[in-house]
């Protein structure tokens, strides 16, 4: 089935620090990506949705000069939390819709857990 | 806009009894119907769908949901639960045309007990 694989799974930063986290998607091309972001014990907030070879589409309340996005291929696009704070500290988890046979089903990545020191 | 409610936070079951785990969505279009489960420090792994077609779907580890559009819910539900059922389930939905997002429920917790 459609695999979509994000790196890396744990990533630990020292607060003021940026860092990316890379979602792939490994046997079908994905135009459109997605992020979201989910707190402990919480369910799953989009935070936005990634393009190919555009600007990513934003939700409302989420910085997008604190969370970067770019889509840089069709199977490639990646999140970068900038200035980053104890605050940011979360389980961030992409997707990408996967065509054809698969009938639409939105795969998801392992997900990366973000600790801001 | 999409909106989905699972009504239950969290739902104890012993080990071998059946279980059920409500979902209940909000939809102006049709759409389409997901089951995701996580397990404790892990992503998200798809259960089954729900697409067209059929609306009793079977997915994995013997889970099975479904769709009535009348009362657009989309229960899941197991006949027999073990331990390694104990997981955070996550109902979503999205539009089924173009290349939208899902929007999920707060989740629910099962708990197994022994």
């Known amino acids: 089935g459609a695999v979509v694989s994000q790196h890396p799974s744990r990533v630990i930063c020292k607060s003021g620090t940026s860092v990316k986290i890379e979602c792939r998607s490994l046997?079908?091309?994905?135009?459109?990506m997605f992020w979201y972001r989910q707190f402990p014990k919480k369910s799953l907030m989009l935070m936005a949705t990634?393009?190919?070879?555009?600007?990513?589409?934003?939700e409302q309340g989420v910085e997008k000069d604190k969370f970067l996005i770019n889509h840089a291929s069709l199977t490639l696009s990646t999140l970068t939390v900038t200035s980053a704070h104890p605050e940011d500290s979360s389980f961030y988890i992409c997707?990408?819709?996967?065509?054809?046979?698969?009938?639409?089903?939105?795969?998801f990545g392992e997900g990366s857990w973000l600790t801001v020191v | 806009a999409q909106s989905v409610t699972q009504l239950d936070s969290q739902v104890p079951v012993f080990e071998e009894a059946p279980v059920e785990l409500r979902c209940n969505y909000s939809?102006?279009?049709?759409?389409?119907l997901f089951w995701y489960v996580q397990y404790p420090n892990q992503g998200l792994q798809l259960l089954l769908k729900?697409?067209?077609?059929?609306?009793l779907v079977k997915g994995i580890n013997g889970f099975e949901a479904e769709f009535n559009k009348s009362q657009t819910s989309f229960h899941l539900r197991k006949p027999s639960v073990h331990i390694s059922d104990t997981a955070e389930y996550f109902c979503?939905?999205?539009?089924?045309?173009?290349?939208?997002?899902?929007?999920f429920g707060k989740g629910t917790r099962l708990s197994v007990i022994a």
């Open positions: 997707s990408a819709r996967a065509p054809g046979p698969s009938g639409n089903t939105i795969y």
């Open positions: 046997d079908f091309q994905a135009t459109t």
């Open positions: 990634s393009n190919e070879g555009s600007k990513a589409t934003y």
């Open positions: 939809s102006s279009v049709s759409v389409y």
């Open positions: 729900y697409l067209s077609g059929s609306t």
């Open positions: 979503a939905v999205s539009e089924n045309s173009g290349n939208t997002p899902l929007v």
